[in-house]
C-alpha cells in the first residue's frame, strides 16, 4: 500500500466498489484519480485507475466477452487481420490489450503473468482488428503453440519496454527466439518471396511501450538505427499514442478502404470494401460485384485521383479511403 492516500481517496474508492452503473463507476474512479496524491509510490495507481476509467469508457453496457480459442494456436481470423502482441516479459503486452479491447487480460507488475491467449477486437475508424495477447518469449521455456500462433498471424508486434535502458538487448534477445524457430520479421512494406523451408517471414513492427516513464535515452531512434523495422511508440497513459498505434497496426496489415457512390447521390460511408494495398479499380469492381466488370463503362474517383470525380483508367490504383463511383454501359 504506498503511503498517505486521504481519507476522501478511501471513500471513492468504497463507492466504486459499491456501484452497479458503469456511469457511477467512471464517476468514482475520476475522484479517485482527483485526489490520488501525485508522487512515485501512486504512478502504477494513476495507471490502474486511468485504465479502468478507458475501459469503462468503451464498454457497452452489454457485455460483448472476447471469443475463446479452441485450441491456443487455433484462432479464427476475425475483422481485417490476425495481430499478435509478442516480446519479452512484463512489456506491456497485456496492458495494451486491455486499454485497447473488450477483453479482461490478467496485467500486472511482475513477470510472466500471462499464461495462454487471450483475443480482443481493436475498433480504428470504421475497421475492426484482432489483437491477440500471449505469454512472454524468454530463454527459458516457450510452448511450442505461441511460436505455431506467431508463424500464422499477419502481422507481429514486437513489445519493447521503453522503462528499461537495454532496449536494443531486449530487442537482439526476442529477435533471436524468434528465428531460434525460424521466424523472421520484416517491415510492412517488404516484398518478400515465398517462405523457404524451414523459416517463415512475417511482417513485424517494434511497439515501443510505457512510453511516459522513458528512461533518459532516445529509445525510438536506438531502434530505429538496429533495424529496418518500424518503431512505434506506445504508452497506455496517452491517448495519442494509442490513436497513432492502432493507424500503424491497420496501416501494416496493408489493407486499403474503397467506399461506394451512386451518381449524383452521397457516399455510402458505412461499410468499406476492403481490398490489399496496390488493388486497382478493375479489381475493386470486382470485389464489389462480380457482374459489374461485364456492364463496366467507366469510373469516377474521389480521393486519390488528381482532383474529385476524376474519371480514370481501370488498372488506376486506389488508396486507403477512396471512393469510387461506377458508371454502367
Ligand atoms: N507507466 C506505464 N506502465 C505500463 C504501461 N503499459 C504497461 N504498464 C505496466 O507494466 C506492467 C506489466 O504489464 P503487463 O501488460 O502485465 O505486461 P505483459 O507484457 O503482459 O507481461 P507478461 O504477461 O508477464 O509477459 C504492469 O504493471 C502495467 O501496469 C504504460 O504504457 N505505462
Ligand atoms: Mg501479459
Redesign the pocket.
Known amino acids: 500500500m504506498p503511503a498517505n492516500l486521504p481519507p476522501e481517496y478511501l471513500e471513492a474508492e468504497e463507492r466504486f466498489r459499491e456501484a452497479d452503473a458503469k456511469d457511477e463507476k467512471i464517476s468514482a474512479l475520476q475522484r479517485m484519480l482527483s485526489l490520488l496524491p501525485s508522487h512515485k509510490g501512486t504512478?502504477?495507481i494513476e495507471?490502474?485507475i486511468r485504465?479502468r476509467i478507458s475501459k469503462l469508457k468503451k464498454s457497452s453496457d452489454k457485455k460483448k466477452g472476447p471469443t475463446r480459442a479452441k485450441t491456443p494456436d487455433q484462432i479464427e481470423s476475425q475483422g481485417v487481420g490476425q495481430v499478435v502482441?509478442s516480446?519479452?516479459?512484463?512489456?506491456?503486452?497485456?496492458?495494451?490489450?486491455?486499454i485497447l479491447t473488450n477483453a479482461k487480460?490478467?496485467?500486472?507488475?511482475?513477470?510472466?503473468?500471462?499464461y495462454g491467449p487471450t483475443i480482443g477486437m481493436l475498433s480504428y475508424e470504421d475497421v475492426q482488428i484482432q489483437l491477440i495477447?500471449t505469454?512472454?518469449l524468454s530463454e527459458e521455456h516457450v510452448e511450442n503453440w505461441v511460436f505455431n500462433l506467431i508463424r500464422k498471424v499477419d502481422l507481429v508486434l514486437l513489445?519493447i519496454?521503453g522503462?528499461l535502458e537495454n532496449p536494443r538487448e531486449q530487442f537482439r534477445r526476442s529477435r533471436d527466439l524468434l528465428s531460434d524457430e525460424g521466424i523472421y520479421l520484416f517491415p510492412p512494406d517488404y516484398d518478400f518471396k515465398i517462405d523457404e523451408i524451414g523459416r517463415t517471414n512475417r511482417k513485424g513492427l517494434i511497439i515501443v511501450?510505457?512510453?511516459?516513464?522513458p528512461s533518459d535515452e532516445d529509445i525510438t531512434s536506438i531502434l530505429k538505427n538496429g533495424t529496418e523495422l518500424p518503431v512505434v511508440p506506445?504508452?497506455?497513459?496517452?491517448e495519442d499514442t494509442l490513436d497513432e498505434f492502432s493507424r500503424s497496426v491497420f496501416k501494416s496489415l496493408q489493407k486499403i478502404r474503397a467506399y461506394t457512390k451512386k451518381p449524383g447521390e452521397e457516399p455510402d460511408l458505412q461499410e468499406p470494401y476492403l481490398l490489399d494495398r496496390g488493388s486497382t479499380v478493375i479489381e475493386a469492381v470486382k470485389s464489389i460485384h462480380r457482374d459489374l466488370v461485364e456492364e463496366l463503362d467507366y469510373v469516377r474517383i474521389w480521393g486519390s485521383g488528381r482532383f474529385d470525380g476524376q474519371e480514370v483508367a481501370q488498372d488506376h490504383v486506389l488508396e486507403d479511403g477512396d471512393i469510387i463511383e461506377i458508371h454502367n454501359k
Open positions: 504512478d502504477k495507471a490502474d485504465r502482441l516480446g519479452m516479459p512484463n512489456t506491456g503486452k497485456s496492458a495494451l490489450l486491455d487480460p490478467k496485467v500486472a507488475d511482475f513477470p510472466f503473468s500471462t495477447d505469454p512472454p513489445l519496454d522503462s511501450t510505457k512510453n511516459d516513464e506506445v504508452s497506455i497513459l496517452e
